[in-house]
């Protein structure tokens, strides 16, 4: 069954540290998505993608955020300078058709020192 | 604001022992109401969409309902392996076609053997 798949599944870093998670979404999926779950809270919208660019992005995503398409295949989320409170679990979604259901991975978990 | 309120937060079955999640919602248009099963540390599982008013759906021992108020995941002799964090979102009308999922807390489902 073609899923997402997300690398790192743990990532630690260092406050003001750069990071980048990647996704790999279902092949022929046209939509993308990054969302995140901080612990003991709910899953939250950060960001969807379509066409090569952003449709929509919520709050959470300032200036520090960055999302790509580098190449057919990976979908990239990056922080730029990481702070304490951006510690959660990053998951990417994939969705077919416009109506469709969303499709998530099994998340990046990210700790910020 | 779109809202959902997922009840009770937590609840504890014995196995064989049917019981009903609840979702109650608050959009400006619904398109799309989404059950989801996450277990812990791990993505969110899609289960169901539901999109009007009446419309049920159903798989092995779940099967979801709609009004124009809530939803309900009806469980049906539960066995221990249904132990999970059941989550519920809705996708809203938005004149800028917004595509993001509001979701609930969850509900966090243990089967006792």
């Known amino acids: 069954e073609p899923e997402v798949t997300q690398t790192p599944s743990h990532q630690v870093t260092q406050m003001g540290q750069e990071v980048i998670l990647r996704c790999v979404p279902i092949s022929n999926h046209l939509y993308f998505y990054w969302y995140r779950q901080i612990l003991g809270q709910k899953v939250e919208f950060l960001v969807s993608f379509y066409n090569n660019e952003i449709s929509e992005k919520s709050e959470i995503f300032d200036d520090q955020f960055s999302v790509e398409r580098p190449d057919g295949s990976n979908f990239t989320l990056k922080i730029r300078s990481t702070k304490l409170e951006d510690s959660a679990m990053y998951f990417c979604a994939s969705k077919g058709t416009g109506a469709g259901e969303l499709f998530f991975g099994e998340g990046s978990r990210l700790t910020v020192l | ?113």
């Open chain 2, 1 to 113: 604001e779109d809202q959902v309120t997922q009840s009770p937060e937590a609840l504890r079955l014995q196995e064989g022992e049917s019981s009903s999640l609840n979702c109650s919602y608050t959009v400006s248009g619904l398109r799309g109401l989404f059950w989801y099963r996450q277990d812990p540390g791990k993505g969110p599982e899609f289960l169901f969409t539901l999109y009007s008013a009446g419309e049920e759906k159903e798989k092995e021992r779940l099967k979801a309902t709609l009004t124009k108020k809530e939803s309900f995941l009806h469980i049906t002799a539960p066995k221990p392996e249904d132990s999970a964090t059941y989550l519920c979102a809705v996708r809203a009308f938005s004149q800028g076609g917004s595509e993001k999922l509001v979701f609930g807390k969850g509900t966090k489902l243990t089967v006792n053997p």
